[in-house]
C-alpha cells in the first residue's frame, strides 16, 4: 500500500463518515447530557472497544465470509436495529423512574461503557464501513498490517468524534438538574433512537 498517496482521501472518507448521524452520534450526545461527562467518557471507551474488535475480525477475514454469506450481515444489521429499539425502550421507561432524574441520571460509568460495547459490536455502519470501504484503500498484496493500520487511523478519528460529542453533550448537565427537563430529556432520547432505528433498517 503506497500509504503517503491514499492517506488524505482516507482520512477525509473516514472524517466525513464520522461525522454523518448514526446510532452512536445521537445516543452518546444524549447519555451525557443526561447522565453527565463520566458516563458519557465510558461510553466512549466502550464505543472505541466495539469498533476495535470489529476492526480486528474484519482484518483476520471474517469480512470474506460476511461477503460470501449475505444473510450474516443482515443478522448483524437485524441485531442492531433491534437493539437500538431496546434502548429507546428502557429511556422511555426511565422517564417514569424517579431515580433516573437525581444527579448522575441513574446511569454510571459501567452502564455507558457496556451499552457503548454492546452498540458498536452490533453496529452496521461500522461493519458497512469496515465490509465495502476500507477494502477500496488497499491492493491485493496488502498485508494484514495494512488493514490494521488503516483500521487503527479510522478507529482514531471515531474516537476524537465521539470524545467531542460527550465533552460537549456533558456540559448540559447542568441544566439538566431539572427533574422535569430531565423526564423530557428521556423521552427525547427514546423518540431519537426509534427515528434512527428506523432510517438503519431503512438503509438495510
Known sequence: MDLPDQLGAFLLTALVIEVTPGPNMAWLALLSASAGRRAGLAAVSGVALGLTVQAILAALGVAALVQLWPGLFQAL????VGFLVWLAWQSWRD?????????????GASDGFRLGLI???LNPKAAIFFLT????????T??????????????GIATLVHLIIALAAGGLRPWLADPAVSVWMHRFQAVALVLVAIWLLGKG
Request: charged residues 5%; proline residues 7%; hydrophobic residues 50%.
Open 142 to 155: 496488502d498485508s494484514v498490517g495494512d488493514v490494521l493500520l488503516l483500521s487503527a487511523i479510522y478507529l
Open 77 to 80: 444489521h437485524f441485531a442492531g
Open 95 to 107: 422517564a417514569a423512574t424517579p431515580a433516573h432524574h437525581l444527579p448522575g441520571g441513574g446511569e
Open 119 to 121: 452498540t458498536n459490536l
Open 133 to 140: 470501504i476500507l477494502p477500496g484503500f488497499l491492493v491485493a
